[in-house]
């Protein structure tokens, strides 16, 4: 797992592994799983299939979150 200081969001249905032989290796993971490894409190569900970095939002509406300086956004669930 990388250091989540640098992490924005995650979303692991499927997580790719680039190998340096130019393959890769595919595997499935449980969102669950993931948030589970996570520092507590350091990642908030969004969306069924999304964590975001709680300290990297800078902004939400009633449909997306608005992460860090860059403006990157990724969709808030119903719920």
Do not use: C
């Not at 948030?35 to 800078?58: C, D, K, N, Q």
Request: charged share 25%.
């Amino acid at each position: 797992m990388p250091k989540t200081d640098n992490l924005l969001w995650l979303m692991p249905r499927a997580i790719e592994l680039p190998l340096a032989d130019g393959t890769a290796v595919l595997f499935k993971v449980a969102l669950r799983a993931v948030e589970e490894m996570l520092p507590p409190g350091a990642f908030v569900r969004i969306h069924r299939s999304y964590l975001a970095a709680r300290g990297r939002i800078t902004g939400f509406s009633g449909t997306e979150v608005t992460l860090d300086k860059h403006g990157v956004t990724q969709p808030i669930g119903k719920k």
